[in-house]
Structures are given as structure tokens and as C-alpha cells.
């Protein structure tokens, strides 16, 4: 039986859609990550290329992503999403067409990043905003969880199937199912209502409502700072961009092994997440997100140092726990921090920290990797997330004190 949050959720028809979409299309971005990464390891062999993936991804989708806040509070939001899935689906299709070759290239794998990213600089502000439109105030917490859960969820089962699938039928086969999955993701959203939004004056300076975004985020000390940090604990602790070589050369688990390695952060995340919708973390939202960083880096620190496949995957389990409670406070945060007329602004900010921290962070990963090796580059990461959870701690005491009233939220939470 699904938690009592969960079934208050599922009764509203337009967010069944919602979830639907966006549970199709993790599945099939995440599914998409890990062939394209395996792919290119194997053709390539090096750390750095695998870096390069990250850095190609990230530049339009951290330089797009301010023009689309802006977009997202300008023009439909649903518009905005059914035009990028769309995209998502032409580019799957490009990679099925291309998998076929006898002697495929990187660069078309590379520019194919690219085509994503840029399609990511517009539906990622969107779909934080649209959320917004189609869940009730009241559901907010819970809400937060069943949605961050389904998204968990789908990025747990894309890695794994996509790896078993890569080593039976292929990169066609993989590229395929992964086609399939947006086009459910776009019919999913197409068949989602109408819904009525703030939109900016034509007249307003696009630069200056930009402008606006940013001035609140960096004005408001808990936003700031719980987006800084995990900014900086992803950049350097993340170890997703180096997972094809532990699977390849340290683990020598092949592309099943892979999945699995892809899939285990996730599904710690998921499993915390459910835990969410019954003893949400928010009451104490500041002290719990700067414990669950903290957690997150002695993780990537045991996993850093493993030989051991089960506890390699034990690691990359609990990295995920931790980051499950990062997740479901930081996207409540967003949502009862955000003024309703600014939403896509500060969503397009919040953006902007998770794609440089993920993005960015894989070339990190993949430049250090190539500079001192692949467990020191993991082993200093972790390091590094301790070290930044100190220093906010210290510099962050409004952070440190944040607390949400969850019955005032949601009356049917129940109490911590």
C-alpha cells in the first residue's frame, strides 16, 4: 500500500500525467547517460573523454538555462516541455539512425550531447515551474516526495535495464527503447490540461527580469547556501562521470555492472524518499540537509577505495540515502521560497547549480582522473565535501536554523 501522502497526490488526475512524463523521460535521460558514457569509454579509452562529455552538456544547458527561467515565466510552460521532449525524441532517433553505421564517430555522440543539453537550458526550469501550477499548496511535502520518488525510481531502472539491454541487442537496441520512452514522455505531458499562469509583461527588459531571479536567491542566506552546498558536494564529490572505468578496468563488472553502479545512488535516494512521505525531513530542514552532505561525502570516500563490487555498490547505496534527504529539502525549499510570479526565474537558478555542479562536475572528475588517477581523484572529492559542509555550517547560521511548520503545509503529515 502506497503511504498516505502518496495516495493524496495520486488523486489529482493532471499530476498522474505529470509523473507519468516525467518518470518516461528520467528513465529514458539517465538510460541515454550511461550508453553514451559506456559507448565513448570503449571507443576512447580515457578519462578525459568522459569529462568531455559532461563539459559538452553543460554549456548550453548552464548558458540556456537563464534565458529559459525567463522563458518559462514568459510563455506557456507546457508549451516549453512538449517542444523540448519533442526534441529529446528527434535525438534519439538521431542515435538509433547513427548506432547502425559500422564505424560510429564520437563527435556525432559529443554533438548529440549538445542537441540534449541545449533541450535541458529550457525544460528544466519549466518543469520546476510547471509542477508548481498543478500541485496544490496543501500537497507541497508530499508532492515533493512521490515526484523526487518517481524520478529516483526511473533513474534506478533506466541504468539497469539499459545495460542489460547494451550487452544483448547493442547500442541500437538501447538507443531504441530509450526513443520510445520520450515519446511516452511527450504524450504523457500532451494530455495534461491547461493551466493558468503569471506571465511577464511583453515590455519587460529580459536581462532585468533575469536580474530579479538571481537578486532573490543570492538575497535569501538558506536558499543560497543549501544550493551552494550542494553545488560544491556534487562538483567534487560526484563519481557518476568516472563510474565507466571502475566498471571497466577497477571492478571489471562490464556494462551489466555498470547499470547496476548507475543505478544503486538512485535507488538509496529512492528508498529515502519514501521514507519522506511519512517523517518529512523539513522540520529541521537546515540541520538535516547539512548532515545528509556530510554523510554523502564519507560515502564516495569508502567508495573511493573499494575493490570490492558489493561494496562498491553498499557505497554508492548510502551516497544516495543522504542524497535523497538533500533532494526532498532542497526541492521544498525552492517551492516555498519561491514568490508565485518569479518561479521559472528561480528555478532557471537552481538549474544553474545543479547542472554545474553535475555537468561541470563530470569534467572535474574526468580532468582530475586523468591528471593524479581515478581513486585519488574520487578519495579527494569526498574530502572536499567535508570540507565545504564545515565551512557553511560556520558561515551559514540562518541555514542552520531553518524550520518549516509541516502540518501548517500539509495537515495530513504526521508528526516527526
Not at 516549453?80 to 559500422?102: E, K, W, Y
Not at 547493442?170 to 504523457?188: E, N, Q, R
Not at 575493490?307 to 542524497?323: C, E, P, R, T
Request: aromatic share 10%.
Amino acid at each position: 500500500m502506497p503511504p498516505s501522502g502518496f495516495k493524496e497526490v495520486l488523486r489529482v488526475r493532471e499530476i498522474r500525467l505529470f509523473l507519468g512524463s516525467v518518470g518516461f523521460f528520467t528513465f529514458a535521460g539517465r538510460a541515454l547517460l550511461v550508453v553514451i558514457g559506456f559507448q565513448t569509454y570503449r571507443m576512447t579509452h580515457s578519462a578525459l573523454a568522459l569529462g568531455w562529455l559532461g563539459l559538452i552538456e553543460a554549456i548550453p544547458a548552464i548558458s540556456l538555462v537563464l534565458f529559459g527561467g525567463y522563458a518559462a515565466d514568459r510563455f506557456n510552460r507546457k508549451t516549453i516541455l512538449l517542444l523540448t521532449r519533442a526534441a529529446s525524441c528527434l535525438c534519439g532517433a538521431g542515435l538509433v539512425a547513427h548506432s547502425l553505421f559500422q564505424s560510429p564517430a564520437v563527435w556525432v555522440l559529443y554533438v548529440m550531447v549538445f542537441l540534449v543539453g541545449v533541450a535541458r537550458g529550457f525544460s528544466d526550469p519549466a518543469s520546476t515551474a510547471f509542477e508548481a501550477q498543478i500541485v496544490p499548496k496543501v500537497l507541497t511535502v508530499s508532492a515533493a516526495s512521490c515526484i523526487s520518488s518517481v524520478w529516483i525510481a526511473s533513474s534506478v531502472a533506466g541504468p539497469i535495464v539499459i545495460g542489460f539491454l547494451f550487452d544483448a541487442g547493442g547500442p541500437a537496441a538501447s538507443y531504441g527503447l530509450i526513443t520510445v520512452c520520450f515519446v511516452f514522455s511527450f504524450l504523457a505531458m500532451m494530455r495534461i490540461p491547461p493551466k493558468p499562469q503569471p506571465l511577464l509583461a511583453a515590455n519587460e527588459p529580459m536581462l532585468k527580469s533575469i536580474r530579479l531571479g538571481w537578486h532573490f536567491v543570492l538575497g535569501n542566506q538558506p536558499l543560497f547556501s543549501a544550493l551552494t552546498l550542494d553545488l560544491f558536494a556534487v562538483l567534487f564529490g560526484g563519481t557518476i562521470a568516472l563510474l565507466p572505468i571502475y566498471a571497466q578496468d577497477i571492478l571489471k563488472v562490464g556494462a551489466k555492472g555498470l547499470g547496476i553502479l548507475n543505478a544503486a545512488p538512485n535507488l538509496g535516494a529512492m528508498a529515502m524518499t519514501l521514507w519522506a512521505t511519512r517523517h518529512p525531513p523539513i522540520a529541521r530542514a537546515g540541520r538535516n540537509l547539512l548532515w545528509a552532505v556530510a554523510g554523502f561525502g564519507v560515502s564516495i570516500l569508502v567508495f573511493a577505495f573499494s575493490k570490492n563490487f558489493i561494496l562498491s555498490i553498499s557505497a554508492l547505496f548510502l551516497s544516495g540515502v543522504f542524497d535523497g534527504v538533500s533532494m526532498v529539502i532542497r526541492r521544498s525549499m525552492v517551492r516555498l521560497l519561491s514568490p508565485d510570479d518569479l518561479r521559472g526565474r528561480i528555478a532557471a537558478a537552481n538549474w544553474v547549480f545543479i547542472s554545474a555542479s553535475n555537468e561541470l562536475g563530470a569534467f572535474e572528475s574526468g580532468l582530475v582522473a586523468a591528471w593524479i588517477g581515478t581513486i585519488p581523484c574520487v578519495a579527494v572529492g569526498g574530502v572536499a565535501t567535508l570540507i565545504i559542509v564545515g565551512l557553511v555550517t560556520l558561515s551559514a547560521p540562518k541555514l542552520r536554523r531553518l524550520c518549516f511548520d509541516i502540518h501548517s503545509l500539509d495537515p495530513s503529515a504526521p508528526t516527526p
